[in-house]
């Protein structure tokens, strides 16, 4: 069972930063990979970045550069700090971790 909480989310102007947090429980010993996922108004989900347990990161092109993903395993807890952010950024983010969901945080970002 894992259950996953997203924060941080909130109204930027562009150029600006915003940190999130995805804290998770679980009853499995470890989880491996934790992604972040975003969903803009009228569009797809999309993926953002994963981690690994190990610390292995991805990240897709429109955030390349600007975003990182990190984790702290004790405090199971897994971090995306944007930087740089553009109006397009905008969207709910969600954690994602062995097919669950949290419930998103909206991130807004203003020109």
């Known amino acids: 069972q894992v259950q996953l909480v997203e924060s941080g989310g909130g109204l930027v102007q562009a150029g600006g930063s915003l940190k999130l947090s995805c804290a998770y429980s679980t009853t499995i010993e470890n989880i491996d990979v934790v992604d972040w996922y975003r969903q803009a108004p009228g569009k797809q989900r999309e993926l953002v970045a994963w981690?690994?347990?190990?610390?292995?990161?991805y990240y897709t092109d429109p955030v390349k550069g600007r975003f990182t993903i990190s984790r702290d395993n004790d405090k199971k807890t897994v971090f995306l700090q944007m930087n740089s952010l553009k109006p397009e950024d905008t969207a709910v983010y969600y954690c994602h971790a062995r097919a669950v969901w949290g419930r998103g945080t909206q991130v807004t970002v203003s020109s």
């Open positions: 981690i690994t347990s190990g610390g292995i990161r």
